[in-house]
């Protein structure tokens, strides 16, 4: 199935086919049976759609299902043939036909079966819906008002249990974002669902993800419909954003002027999203709806609705574009250039069509479902409970501010003040009054009352103190407003979990030790290009080991250093991390019966083993270095750089302290030494090649016995052949065999045939006619043969042979006998 050649065609969306049907009151479905089998392949084809059966290989002849360009084939066809008649759907197996009255729908039905007809394709009998006004096509209910969700699925969602694990939820959930076009408030209800999906929270089902399981099963359950989108009607799109979340709404502007919705869209802000500004925020449910809906706005002219004043001014057509705007807000403005459309502003409580999707619900009662063609108002923005009007009330009523108020307009009284009124006369040439409210410089003096609700303002987004004090002198003062402050933050149960981590301590320093192999550090280091590894440091001399392993178990660790204590020997002390392979009962009874101590360090703190730690990051670096090769060779070259290489604090290399001597590398070729050790290597040579002058020798002809290794004789006679190398011999045995044989495998015979004895006995003689000679010549020509030399022949025959003989070591007298006579 993967020989074949991928062939990329789109599949219609359901948006795309639903968005045609505008007008159509009368429909029919049609199901081709067995669709991909009705198409026959051509005999190329057939080779590799081949079958393994029991019975033998089997060609298939129609296109079977499970090749993966088999959908992308059938669409085009289908596509091709049936695409040019109006009101006319198919996708896939499917097909669906609508028309405005019964005869344009008759029409349509009779120039789609006629080409079925003509491709030879069948339709499923069972599955056909003809000339109804209702079908259900793709999952959706459709009709002349609209579409609906079907009842089936509705009824699988009422149906569905509570959710027990992340693995249900996501199934529920993909169930009711598949209708999420019907689903007002989609976003906002299910935004509790959504956070028990995060694997880094707890799975705890509490009182307000039941609300929204239920919540969300009630609102699909309503009667909402969605009109057909209709390319003579004019489009809206209403946007708007909230601190969690974005939404939009297509809708259709009716001839009275009601609003028809068409879809919804809503999704939650990021985390990073919700840290934007508000003006940011409207700005991205701006382009949220018109990506959304792009398939219906993008060519048409279309109303963009905001409750978000300022951003006219930013994203209106034709207007420029303000220089100092962020780069976001460009990239916004240049992405809605594309798009043919008008952007107005309406006030929020207006704002009746608003998908506020993202705000999570603030009541507990319940909601009614409008009717379907009216969309209200779903959730109103707060209101400010504070602001000028009732702080002039409040600092009418404050003993304290009443009097300073008055003071101010008055003038100051001269005699001596409390304590508490001395800080305001101390600023009174910084004080006024504006509609009742006292002013110092330009920030508000806050009543008493109000001070509170003025600090939760301040601290709603938890700024932490210095932040929270500057946000405090551009508005408002009071007398101790700092200390206010400083105790608010502190008391802030938020503020302090998320505080920055505390000063570090110096980190521990381990006891130097006097020995190698005496302390070990040892961790994982990895994954690293695919490859996990146990990194082994000694902290004496500095050696590394470094193992490849599978995996970080507690058996995978034990092997190895198994493996090292063989060759160095048991360590007196192992330091490692709290990895669950190093903290196992297996690995502690390891320790324990090759009685090495081991230490373990701080939980979360892997400063504390910084020696292994600094080796696992050199490591990395190096392996991450490798662009191709094997990586083997480069870590075998790595760990021999890192023994021979000097340590900065030892001043030694690894190798030399642990083994006291310094391993020989390609860099040693590099010193003029080397000449020497060359030249001893050549004396050496020599000397191997005067010795090999008294291996033994064989001629050809030579009678000799050769070693035998397939018969139980062990040694066989022979004759010599010729020799074709320095220590091997060809020889052919007796009954005529050829073999070949090394020196070792040799040794000397004597022929016991008459024709050899004479030529024994002449040698012999000749030997006899030598023994005249002087001692230095018999010294020089020493005849003896040694132990399994070659017996040489003297005859006739050869009177110029030389006569190889072995050196004879000359005797003289010891230099401390110099003085001395010796008798024999």
């Given at each position: 199935m993967?020989?074949?050649?991928?062939?990329?065609?789109?599949?219609?969306t359901?948006?795309?086919?639903?968005?045609?049907?505008?007008?159509?009151?009368?429909?029919?479905?049609?199901?081709?049976?067995?669709?991909y089998?009705?198409?026959?392949?051509?005999?190329?084809?057939?080779?590799l759609?081949?079958?393994?059966?029991?019975?033998?290989?089997?060609?298939?002849?129609r296109?079977?299902?499970?090749?993966?360009?088999?959908?992308?084939?059938?669409?085009?066809?289908?596509?091709?043939?049936?695409?040019?008649?109006?009101?006319?759907?198919?996708?896939?197996?499917?097909?669906l036909i609508?028309?405005?009255?019964?005869?344009?729908?008759?029409?349509?039905?009779?120039k789609?079966?006629?080409?079925?007809?003509?491709?030879?394709?069948?339709?499923?009998?069972?599955?056909?819906?003809?000339?109804?006004?209702?079908?259900?096509?793709l999952?959706?209910?459709i009709?002349?008002r609209?579409?609906?969700?079907?009842?089936?699925?509705?009824?699988?969602?009422?149906?569905?249990?509570?959710?027990?694990?992340r693995?249900?939820?996501?199934?529920?959930?993909?169930?009711?974002?598949?209708y999420?076009?019907?689903?007002?408030r989609?976003?906002?209800?299910?935004e509790?669902?959504?956070?028990?999906?995060?694997?880094?929270?707890?799975?705890?089902?509490?009182?307000q993800?039941?609300?929204?399981?239920?919540?969300?099963?009630?609102?699909?359950?309503?009667?909402?419909?969605?009109?057909?989108?209709?390319?003579?009607?004019?489009?809206?799109?209403?946007?708007?954003?909230?601190?969690?979340?974005?939404?939009?709404?297509?809708?259709?502007?009716?001839?009275?002027?009601?609003?028809?919705?068409?879809?919804?869209?809503?999704?939650?802000?990021t985390?990073?999203?919700?840290?934007?500004?508000?003006?940011?925020?409207?700005?991205?449910?701006?382009?949220?709806?018109?990506?959304?809906?792009?398939?219906?706005?993008?060519?048409?002219?279309?109303?963009?609705?905001?409750?978000h004043?300022?951003?006219?001014?930013?994203l209106?057509?034709?207007?420029?574009?303000?220089?100092?705007?962020?780069?976001?807000?460009?990239?916004?403005?240049?992405l809605?250039?594309?798009?043919?459309?008008?952007l107005?502003?309406?006030?929020?409580?207006?704002?009746?069509?608003?998908?506020?999707?993202?705000?999570?619900p603030?009541?507990?009662?319940?909601?009614?479902?409008?009717?379907?063609?009216?969309?209200?108002?779903?959730e109103?923005?707060?209101?400010?409970?504070?602001?000028?009007?009732?702080?002039?009330?409040?600092?009418?009523?404050?003993?304290?501010?009443?009097?300073?108020?008055?003071?101010t307009?008055?003038?100051?009284?001269?005699?001596?003040?409390?304590?508490?009124?001395?800080?305001?006369?101390n600023?009174?040439?910084?004080l006024?009054?504006?509609?009742?409210?006292l002013?110092?410089?330009?920030?508000?003096?806050?009543?008493?009352?109000?001070?509170?609700?003025?600090?939760?303002?301040?601290?709603?987004?938890?700024?932490?103190?210095?932040?929270?004090?500057?946000?405090?002198?551009?508005?408002?003062?009071?007398?101790?407003?700092?200390?206010?402050?400083?105790?608010?933050?502190?008391?802030?149960?938020p503020?302090?979990?998320?505080?920055?981590?505390?000063?570090?301590?110096?980190?521990h320093?381990?006891?130097?030790?006097?020995?190698?192999?005496?302390?070990?550090?040892?961790?994982?280091?990895g994954?690293?290009?695919?490859?996990?590894?146990?990194?082994v440091?000694d902290?004496?001399?500095?050696?590394?080991?470094?193992?490849?392993?599978?995996?970080?178990?507690?058996?995978?660790a034990?092997?190895?250093?198994?493996?090292?204590?063989?060759?160095?020997?048991?360590?007196?002390?192992?330091v490692?991390?709290?990895?669950?392979?190093?903290?196992?009962?297996?690995?502690q009874?390891?320790?324990v019966?090759?009685?090495?101590?081991?230490?373990?360090?701080?939980?979360?703190?892997?400063a504390?083993?910084g020696?292994?730690?600094?080796?696992?990051?050199?490591?990395?670096?190096?392996?991450?270095?490798?662009?191709?090769?094997?990586?083997n060779?480069?870590?075998?070259?790595?760990?021999?750089?890192?023994h021979?290489?000097?340590?900065?604090?030892?001043?030694?290399?690894?190798a030399?302290?642990?083994?006291?001597?310094?391993?020989r590398?390609?860099?040693?070729?590099?010193?003029?030494?080397?000449?020497k050790?060359?030249?001893?290597?050549?004396?050496?040579?020599?000397?191997?090649?005067?010795?090999?002058?008294?291996?033994?020798?064989?001629?050809?002809?030579?009678?000799?016995?050769?070693?035998?290794y397939?018969?139980?004789?062990?040694?066989?006679?022979?004759?010599?052949?010729?020799?074709?190398?320095?220590?091997?011999?060809?020889?052919?045995?007796?009954?005529?065999?050829?073999?070949?044989?090394?020196?070792?495998?040799?040794?000397?015979?004597?022929?016991?045939?008459?024709?050899?004895?004479?030529?024994?006995?002449?040698?012999?003689?000749?030997?006899?006619?030598?023994?005249?000679?002087?001692?230095?010549?018999?010294?020089?020509?020493?005849?003896?043969?040694?132990?399994?030399?070659?017996?040489?022949?003297?005859?006739?025959?050869?009177p110029?042979?030389?006569?190889?003989?072995?050196?004879?070591?000359?005797?003289c007298?010891?230099?401390?006998?110099?003085?001395?006579?010796c008798?024999?």
């Amino acid at each position: 199935m993967h020989a074949t050649k991928n062939q990329s065609y789109p599949l219609p969306t359901i948006s795309e086919l639903l968005s045609s049907l505008a007008g159509g009151t009368m429909f029919t479905k049609l199901d081709l049976a067995q669709a991909y089998q009705q198409l026959k392949v051509d005999e190329s084809t057939e080779e590799l759609l081949t079958l393994n059966t029991p019975r033998g290989l089997m060609k298939v002849c129609r296109l079977p299902f499970g090749v993966n360009v088999a959908p992308a084939i059938f669409q085009r066809l289908m596509d091709t043939h049936l695409a040019d008649i109006a009101g006319v759907k198919p996708y896939l197996d499917d097909i669906l036909i609508s028309g405005s009255s019964k005869e344009e729908h008759d029409e349509r039905l009779k120039k789609v079966l006629q080409r079925l007809v003509k491709l030879g394709l069948r339709l499923k009998k069972e599955k056909c819906v003809l000339a109804t006004d209702e079908v259900e096509f793709l999952g959706f209910r459709i009709n002349a008002r609209g579409i609906q969700p079907t009842q089936d699925k509705v009824k699988a969602i009422h149906a569905a249990p509570r959710p027990t694990n992340r693995t249900e939820l996501q199934a529920f959930l993909g169930l009711v974002n598949f209708y999420s076009c019907f689903m007002p408030r989609k976003a906002s209800i299910v935004e509790p669902l959504h956070l028990l999906l995060d694997k880094k929270q707890k799975w705890i089902w509490g009182e307000q993800h039941e609300r929204a399981f239920k919540e969300a099963k009630a609102l699909l359950q309503s009667s909402s419909v969605l009109a057909h989108y209709n390319t003579n009607l004019p489009l809206r799109v209403t946007c708007d954003a909230s601190p969690y979340g974005v939404g939009a709404v297509l809708s259709h502007v009716l001839s009275d002027g009601t609003e028809a919705p068409v879809a919804y869209a809503s999704r939650t802000l990021t985390t990073t999203e919700r840290n934007c500004a508000q003006i940011d925020k409207e700005a991205l449910a701006i382009v949220f709806g018109v990506k959304k809906f792009h398939q219906y706005l993008y060519g048409r002219y279309f109303t963009i609705v905001t409750d978000h004043k300022p951003l006219l001014g930013l994203l209106k057509p034709h207007s420029p574009i303000p220089q100092t705007v962020s780069p976001r807000m460009l990239r916004w403005s240049l992405l809605l250039s594309a798009y043919n459309y008008e952007l107005c502003f309406k006030n929020g409580k207006y704002l009746a069509n608003a998908d506020a999707l993202s705000r999570l619900p603030v009541v507990t009662k319940e909601f009614g479902i409008e009717e379907p063609t009216d969309v209200l108002l779903l959730e109103m923005p707060p209101e400010a409970t504070i602001n000028a009007q009732h702080i002039a009330e409040e600092t009418k009523k404050d003993r304290v501010l009443s009097r300073i108020l008055r003071w101010t307009l008055c003038g100051w009284p001269e005699t001596k003040l409390d304590t508490e009124y001395k800080i305001f006369h101390n600023k009174k040439a910084e004080l006024s009054v504006h509609r009742n409210c006292l002013i110092w410089g330009n920030r508000v003096v806050i009543p008493e009352a109000q001070k509170q609700e003025v600090m939760d303002m301040l601290h709603q987004a938890h700024p932490g103190i210095v932040r929270m004090k500057a946000l405090a002198r551009i508005y408002v003062w009071w007398p101790g407003i700092d200390n206010d402050i400083e105790q608010l933050v502190k008391r802030c149960t938020p503020c302090q979990e998320s505080r920055n981590a505390p000063e570090k301590a110096p980190v521990h320093i381990w006891e130097e030790t006097d020995q190698p192999w005496w302390r070990l550090h040892i961790d994982f280091a990895g994954p690293c290009q695919g490859k996990t590894f146990l990194v082994v440091v000694d902290s004496y001399s500095k050696w590394l080991e470094v193992r490849p392993v599978p995996t970080t178990s507690s058996a995978v660790a034990i092997s190895n250093l198994r493996q090292l204590f063989t060759t160095h020997g048991l360590p007196e002390v192992v330091v490692s991390d709290n990895a669950t392979a190093f903290t196992s009962r297996e690995f502690q009874n390891f320790m324990v019966s090759n009685a090495i101590r081991h230490i373990t360090i701080t939980p979360y703190q892997p400063a504390s083993n910084g020696q292994a730690e600094r080796m696992v990051q050199t490591i990395k670096r190096a392996l991450q270095r490798i662009v191709k090769g094997d990586w083997n060779i480069h870590l075998a070259r790595f760990l021999l750089n890192q023994h021979i290489t000097p340590n900065s604090r030892t001043g030694l290399s690894p190798a030399e302290l642990l083994m006291h001597r310094r391993p020989r590398t390609l860099l040693d070729n590099l010193h003029p030494d080397r000449a020497k050790t060359s030249s001893n290597r050549q004396h050496i040579q020599q000397r191997n090649a005067e010795n090999a002058k008294r291996t033994k020798t064989f001629h050809p002809e030579q009678p000799v016995y050769i070693r035998n290794y397939s018969k139980e004789d062990k040694w066989i006679p022979a004759t010599i052949e010729r020799q074709t190398g320095p220590v091997s011999y060809d020889k052919r045995t007796l009954g005529g065999e050829r073999h070949r044989r090394h020196v070792d495998q040799l040794r000397t015979r004597v022929d016991t045939s008459k024709e050899k004895i004479q030529e024994k006995e002449e040698e012999d003689r000749c030997k006899e006619g030598t023994e005249g000679r002087s001692e230095e010549e018999q010294g020089t020509e020493d005849t003896e043969e040694p132990h399994g030399s070659t017996e040489r022949k003297i005859s006739t025959d050869e009177p110029n042979r030389k006569h190889e003989h072995r050196p004879v070591r000359k005797k003289c007298r010891p230099k401390y006998l110099k003085e001395y006579i010796c008798r024999l």
